[in-house]
């Protein structure tokens, strides 16, 4: 079993443009529309969209890690469970057999996240 981690800091602020359109063309080349309803259903959304791109910049660096840089940013979906805990998934196929996990946290001007992932090899 292997063991990798990513970590990354996002300003809130970098989002403000695009929390005001759910189909700005930006958004939709990073995040999934699961993902883009979930924070655009919340009161204030830049803070949610950091909070992914941040997750999605950890997992990128998580699977660097391990030699592995053919991901995309909408190859990742970050989404929450119903008591709130995230969970975070990778669409292709050849990388369904590695364990993510991530925590994500926000406050006024920043959103970071950390990304653990597992392996067999
Ligand atoms: C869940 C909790 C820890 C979040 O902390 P917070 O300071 O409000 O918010 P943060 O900015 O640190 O984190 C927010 C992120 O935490 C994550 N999160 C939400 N609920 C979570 C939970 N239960 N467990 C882990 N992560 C959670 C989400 O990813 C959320 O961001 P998102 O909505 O963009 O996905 C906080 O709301 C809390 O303590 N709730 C009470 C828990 C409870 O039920 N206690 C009862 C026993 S005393």
Redesign the pocket.
Known sequence: MSMTIGTDIVSIHRFHEFAQDTNHPVLKKIFTQNELD??FA?DAVE??LA??FA?KEATIKALYSRGISDVWYTDIE????H????FVKLKKEMYKDLKLE??????EDK?LAFVVILGDD
């Open positions: 979930y924070c919340k803070p949610h909070a992914r997750g970050i989404l929450n469970r008591d709130g805990v995230p991530i925590s994500l946290a926000h406050c959103a």
